[in-house]
């Protein structure tokens, strides 16, 4: 990010960066315009959050966990977003971010926007997963446990229920405000009709909904059918996930499948099939766009998901500190032509309604 100098903790053999004590970068407020208001609420967020999905489980290395953490709040990064479920094992990376709150960051927690969610599969028996009230605030202990805090910044659901009243999900969600466990609340995964009856739900309980995440990048569009405009007209934010579609979207797999890429591990949710000729064919041309732009892929694809003002931020996630880094780096070349914006479309083959 312009502007910003950052301490680089790498320059460091791995095991000493775990035992030096962490002082973040002076610098790291430096650009203003990196941060954006999530929605009608008060809530600024950081242009790029990073999502502790993949990458940050017990099964992953806590050093390289807690060097990508760290170099993201040095470089401006306040959100960090967690679910029940990520890991894995399902909760692990929780405990890895509450291990990171106890060694590093403690001091700085009214500087960051921890999220969590609850919705899908936790815990065995008809109470582990879903949206029931039961299901929502149990989990939302267990999470507050896991990372060892008084309260998330925001709760979510994490996938619509349609087997319980929308009314009692989202009371939830509003006691969840209400008890001091959560300063705001969002929703996933919700489609355009269900996000405004959620909407409309939560005002009437005095909890408005701050932000919106739903899936969103070049590949994936379907936000842009609707859901955008009744995130606009209601006032609430949006943070798509997977950006980058999970890794597809750079120059990851141009050259074959690396060993240590998401698509190559058994636990990734990317499965090697995704990496196809025809979608690599299609990452090659968008890189032809993005080198044009002085981007590269991996910026491309960050950008353009930034280009509409109705987006707060660009959910990532990342399992270097480089990728992270160039991620960030996209933010201030966020804006597009109309030839740009056109190219694209004929290459991805579709128009926004795919
Ligand atoms: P991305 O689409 O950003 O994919 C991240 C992956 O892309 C990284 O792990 C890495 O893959 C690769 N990558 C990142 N940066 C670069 C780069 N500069 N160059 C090359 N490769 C790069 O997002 P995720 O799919 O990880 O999702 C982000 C977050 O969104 C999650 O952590 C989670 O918080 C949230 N999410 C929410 C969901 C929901 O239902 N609400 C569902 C899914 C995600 P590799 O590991 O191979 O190096």
Redesign the pocket.
């Known amino acids: 990010m312009e502007g910003v100098t950052p301490r680089t903790s790498t320059h460091f053999h791995p095991f000493l960066t775990s035992l030096m004590t962490y002082t973040p970068n002076q610098e790291r407020y430096n650009a203003p315009s990196f941060y954006a208001r999530c929605g009608r609420s008060g809530l600024l967020l950081p242009k790029v959050s990073l ?5 940050f489980g017990e099964v992953d290395s806590f050093v390289v966990a807690r060097d990508i953490v760290l170099r993201a709040f040095d470089l401006g990064v306040t959100h960090f ?3 029940n479920n990520y890991g894995p094992p399902p909760g692990s990376a929780e405990r890895t971010f509450g291990k990171l709150l106890t060694s590093d960051l403690a001091a700085y927690r009214d500087e960051l926007i921890i999220s969590t ?1 609850a919705g899908y599969n936790m815990w065995p028996g008809p109470y582990g997963e879903w949206g029931s009230r039961k299901y929502l605030l149990s989990s939302l202990e267990q999470s507050l446990r896991r990372m060892g805090l008084d309260y998330v910044d925001i709760f979510y659901s ?1 996938r619509y229920d349609p087997t319980t009243p929308l009314e009692e999900t989202m009371g939830a969600l509003a006691h969840a405000v209400r008890s001091g466990k959560a300063l705001y609340v969002g929703i ?2 919700y489609d355009p009709e269900m996000t405004a009856r959620a909407a409309t739900l939560l005002r009437e309980m005095g909890v408005p909904l701050l932000i919106h ?1 739903p ?1 969103y ?1 070049m590949f994936k569009r379907t936000m842009e059918n609707g859901l955008l405009n009744v995130l606009e007209r209601e006032g609430v934010g949006c943070i798509p ?7 597809l979207l ?3 797999y141009l050259n074959g499948m690396p060993s ?4 190559s591990k058994e636990h990734g949710f990317l499965k090697p099939e995704a990496v196809s000729p025809e979608v690599l064919e299609q990452v090659r041309s968008l890189g032809e766009i993005a080198e044009a732009r002085g981007q ?1 892929i ?1 910026q491309l694809a960050v950008a353009w998901v930034l280009r509409d003002p109705r987006v707060t931020t660009a ?6 500190i480089s ?2 880094e ?2 960030i780096a996209a933010a201030p070349n966020a804006s597009f032509d109309e030839a740009e914006l056109a190219r694209i479309d004929v290459i991805l083959g579709s128009s926004p309604n795919k």
Do not use: M, Y
């Open positions: 999502g502790l999905w993949h990458n977003d967690l679910a969610k994490h996933s995964n995440q899936v990048n996930f997977s950006p980058l579609a999970q890794g750079t120059g990851r240590d890429a998401r698509a590269s991996a959910l990532i996630g990342a399992s270097k990728q992270l160039e991620c």
